[in-house]
């Protein structure tokens, strides 16, 4: 586990300005009470919290309140990050990824998704994330990691993780046997973490 | 178990269901290979957040930093995930973290009553209520809670559980105390209950600090896994 890097991949803007902050100083920090190391926090990985959440919650108010309640979780638990178990961003997005989860498994937002799923889902869809993410080196690295990927393990951790199913929903959005997806989801994690190069 | 390892990637990415999810945590608190997978695996998919990033309204921001001036931040956890100890000086340094990100360290007892009418009070009730008892509590991921007390002068400690987990199959937790000079000495095996009082045999007085391990059934003459609590005594000495 020692091996796992933080992901810098800088700010919002990281062409100009100084180099971006050790996220895990900065997590160190905010454990502390340090709101100013909190606030450089925020502005270091708010579009990534946002974006993720946006993504899986599809709602824009949604997703506004899935990031605010996972700053303000991550506000609360900074104090017991253990860069021993990850990256601080990977920490993070755990965090927000548990949260949209959640919202979107809520019997409340149930019936709309289950009528947007057709239009808007579209595994793996390079085309429509990538105008956002154009100017990001690291979403072009992650690209041509995906690449290392059958189709239907893309399929099924895109599904599992950007679209928030679960691996028996999964199963069933690509005609797979219900054992497989999570088998899918597993092995095209494995390549991609292999591709990246993180983790063990 | 072959079975439950295949769970992971589905773990690492919020996939499984309720259920399987607490049947995988169980697992996980006692699979490193699982931990470090899931770790490994929640670095991949968390970089797919790379390919979908969106600035948030400039409002959130001002939302969330008014938002955190009203929050606590909490103390850090207890570190259970420490290396197999051979020597005192270790237990000490992982005892005296231990209750450092414990936040409180050693508490006083509350005295509820002041005539401890000694003799028809059972053991465990008379160190719970010592006038020199002292109390460390840790609490664990998913809700247990275990309270060692000791007193020095009944030269006996306690061990109060709350919502404790049934030790893996074929195990059992076991408790010792650190004593200056012999390492961990067994202070006996903990019957399998969530909920329970224990005395732990052995010198109190002396000893510097109290730990459960999980050992094979019928306990171990001395640790063979590290430490799931740790709890130190708060002796002043160097």
């Not at chain 2, 409180?104 to 009730?125: F, K, L, N």
């Amino acid at each position: 586990m020692d091996h796992i890097r933080p992901v810098e991949s800088g700010g919002p803007s990281p062409e100009d300005g100084p180099p971006a902050p050790d996220l895990v100083d900065l997590l160190r920090s905010s454990g502390r009470g340090d709101e100013r190391a909190f606030a450089l926090l925020y502005d270091a990985t708010a579009s990534r919290v946002f974006g993720l959440a946006l993504r899986v919650v599809r709602d824009r108010a949604q997703a506004e309140e899935v990031t605010q309640e996972s700053f303000l979780e991550i506000w609360r638990t900074a104090g017991r990050y253990d860069p021993d178990r990850g990256s601080p961003l990977s920490w993070l997005l755990t965090i927000t990824h548990r949260k949209s989860v959640d919202r979107v498994r809520s019997a409340e937002s149930a019936s709309r998704r289950d009528t947007t799923y057709q239009h808007h889902n579209q595994p793996v869809d390079h085309d429509s994330t990538a105008e956002a993410a154009q100017a990001s080196l690291e979403a072009r690295r992650v690209r041509g990691a995906l690449a290392h990927l059958t189709e239907v393990q893309r399929e099924a951790v895109s599904l599992a993780y950007l679209g928030g199913y679960t691996h028996t929903e999964v199963a069933t959005m690509l005609d797979l046997p219900v054992g497989t997806a999570k088998t899918r989801i597993r092995d095209g994690l494995i390549r991609l973490r292999d591709a990246l190069g993180v983790g063990s | 178990m072959s079975d439950i390892h295949a769970l992971s990637g589905a773990y690492a990415v919020d996939a499984l269901d309720d259920l399987e999810r607490a049947a995988f945590e169980r697992h996980l608190a006692e699979c490193p290979e699982c931990r470090a997978e899931v770790a490994g695996l929640r670095e991949a998919a968390g970089l797919l957040a790379e390919t979908t990033p969106v600035e948030p309204p400039a409002e959130l921001r001002a939302a969330v930093l008014a938002g955190i001036g009203s929050i606590r931040p909490l103390p850090p956890e207890v570190p259970v995930a420490r290396p197999r100890p051979r020597r005192t000086a270790r237990w000490l340094v992982a005892a005296a973290a231990a209750v450092l990100l414990a936040g409180g360290g050693a508490v006083a007892w509350q005295q509820p009553w002041s005539d401890t009418s000694q003799g028809s009070v059972p053991i465990a009730d008379q160190v719970l209520h010592a006038s020199d008892a002292k109390s460390t509590s840790l609490d664990f991921p998913g809700g247990a809670k275990a309270t060692v007390t000791h007193s020095d002068g009944l030269d006996k400690a306690v061990i109060v559980t709350k919502d404790m987990p049934a030790p893996p199959d074929g195990k059992v937790y076991q408790l010792w105390l650190d004593q200056p000079g012999r390492g961990m000495v067994s202070a006996g095996v903990m019957p399998v209950a969530a909920d329970q009082t224990v005395i732990l045999s052995g010198d109190a007085a002396t000893a510097l600090a109290a730990g459960i391990t999980v050992e094979p059934a019928g306990g171990s003459t001395s640790p063979t896994t590290k430490p799931i609590a740790l709890f130190d005594f708060g002796r002043t000495s160097a």
